[in-house]
């Protein structure tokens, strides 16, 4: 897909942004417009207090690097460092191509949400926040379904706490067979030694009885 850049432009267009739109390139240098832009598409993924206007160099590449790590990476994008520096220095270019990569990204996951989430014929208690379960009615054909759908990011958050749960999960099933096998260890131990006394006092009545029956032949 060749870049476009009147349409990147009505692309930012479509979105309130905080700053005044003029020069693309030192408007976005700090990362404040882009990470406003994001917040819509991942609320929870985007806190603006990490995102405050910044005119040094080295503060804009701060804002750049937690965007890139805490956001962008939900995209399958990781900036290099040399594009970061660009950006945050209002190279002119720079800021288009990466408003490019994100804006296609977008589209195709907007489109394939959309493909996943079925013909939906009405939806019903939308979240304003988007981030509820959500009642639909599905038409399938000449039926119309009952379901439910998660906005993405809470069924990210899900899927990450399932797998904290069995982290954890792997984690207690070693330790109960750690526990297990020093139990073992403990129980065979205990059998040793209780053998050892078996046979101490079975040695001890032997030499009991011996010495009587000497004490005996001597008296005689």
Same mark, same amino acid.
């Given at each position: ?53 910044? %005119? ?19 995209? %399958? ?89 069995? %982290? ?22 205990? %059998? ?29």
């Amino acid at each position: 897909m060749e870049l476009n850049i009147e349409e990147i432009y009505k692309w930012i267009d479509g979105y309130t942004i905080s700053r005044q739109k003029r020069n693309i390139a030192r408007d976005f240098s700090d990362a404040v417009p882009l990470a406003e832009i994001l917040k819509h598409h991942f609320p929870k993924a985007v806190d603006l207090h990490n995102y405050s206007p910044k %005119n040094a160099t080295a503060q804009k590449i701060v804002n750049w690097n937690i965007l890139n790590k805490k956001v962008l990476t939900k995209l %399958n994008i990781n900036l290099p460092s040399q594009t970061i520096d660009e950006l945050a220095k209002s190279t002119p270019g720079a800021i288009e191509k990466v408003l490019f990569e994100i804006k296609t990204k977008l589209e195709k996951k907007g489109k394939k949400d959309r493909e996943n989430a079925g013909d939906v014929y009405l939806v019903e208690g939308l979240s304003p926040q988007g981030s509820a379960v959500v009642p639909i009615k599905v038409k399938t054909g000449s039926k119309i379904l009952d379901q439910k759908i998660v906005p993405s990011e809470v069924y990210d958050t899900m899927k990450k706490g399932i797998e904290e749960k069995d %982290n954890e999960i792997n984690t207690l099933k070693t330790k109960v067979t750690h526990l297990e096998s020093l139990v073992k260890i403990k129980d065979e131990r205990i %059998n040793d030694l209780t053998e050892q006394i078996k046979r101490l006092s079975s040695q001890q009545y032997y030499s009991s009885s011996a010495s009587r029956l000497l004490n005996k032949v001597s008296l005689n």
